[in-house]
Structures are given as C-alpha cells and as structure tokens.
C-alpha cells in the first residue's frame, strides 16, 4: 500500500467521524433550541400571569392541543421544578429569575456549541481539500509515467 493510499484511508476515517461529531452537535444545538423556546414560553407566561387577580379564568394546556378550563388559585406562588421530578413551591420574582438564569445557562451552551460545530466544519472543508488532492495526485503521476514510457519507445 503507497503512502498515498495509507494517507487517503486515515483522512476518510478521519472525515466520517467528524461528520458524524457534527450530526451530533447539530442534534444537540437543536434540542438546546427547543428547551430555550420552551423556557422563553414559560418566562413570558410568568410575566402574563403576575398581572393577574386570584380567581382569573384559565385555558390549561392538557396536550395534543387540547385544554382545560381552570381558575387562578394563588397568583402569588407558582411549583417551579428543580430537575429529576422535584418542584418547590416558589414566589412569581424567584421563578421568573431562575427561568432568566436558565435560558442565559442554554444561551451560552448553544453559543458554545455552534463554535464546536463551526470547527468541525472547518476540518472537514480541510479533510476534503485534502482528499482531492490525493485523489488528483495518481493521476497526474500515470500521465507523467506513461509520457517517459513513450518517449522511451523506438
């Protein structure tokens, strides 16, 4: 096997990984998205909800686009949840900042991620650069070699 060869192969390996560590990537700043909607959706609903009187009349999602018709018991206190099924009992001000403090937590994750994914996009741009030139490489050494070899011949 020529170095050439041996040279190709390691970039293909090479190139098939970091094609699949920028699917991941993807995958992750897509879900990272969604969770900064969803957390987006719930500081705007806070905000909505504050201005509101107790016994306000309420549409509570049920999922699958359906609701369910229900009354503001206590405008002041919401159950805001912590992670792995816990909630805590928290006032409007105290879950609206813990919201803002997690969507900016996302925000930089995102960011960072986008900058990891930029990278692997640059290598692969490289990596193919790369493989194109090797690729190109044989064939201009054939065309040399099969030049020598004529002029050679009687």
Do not use: C
Not at 33 to 45: F, P, R
Not at 126 to 146: F, H, T, V, W
């Amino acid at each position: 096997m020529s170095s050439d060869d041996e040279i190709f192969r390691k970039i293909a390996v090479e190139l098939r990984i970091l094609e699949n560590t920028a699917e991941t990537l993807q995958s992750r700043i897509n879900f990272v998205n969604a969770a900064i909607t969803e957390l987006t959706y719930s500081h705007m609903t806070l905000e909505g909800l504050e201005k509101e009187k107790p016994d306000a009349p309420l549409l509570v999602p049920i999922g699958g686009g359906s609701y369910i018709k229900a009354k503001l018991e206590s405008p002041d206190r919401i159950v805001f949840g912590v992670g792995a099924g816990v909630a805590l009992e928290k006032t409007f001000a105290e879950a609206k900042e813990k919201i803002k403090g997690r969507i900016e937590e996302m925000e930089k994750s995102r960011i960072s991620m986008e900058q990891q994914l930029e990278q692997v996009f640059e290598r692969i741009r490289i990596d193919r650069e790369k493989l194109q030139e090797i690729s190109a490489g044989p064939s201009r050494k054939e065309r040399a070699k099969n030049v020598r070899e004529t002029k050679g011949r009687p």
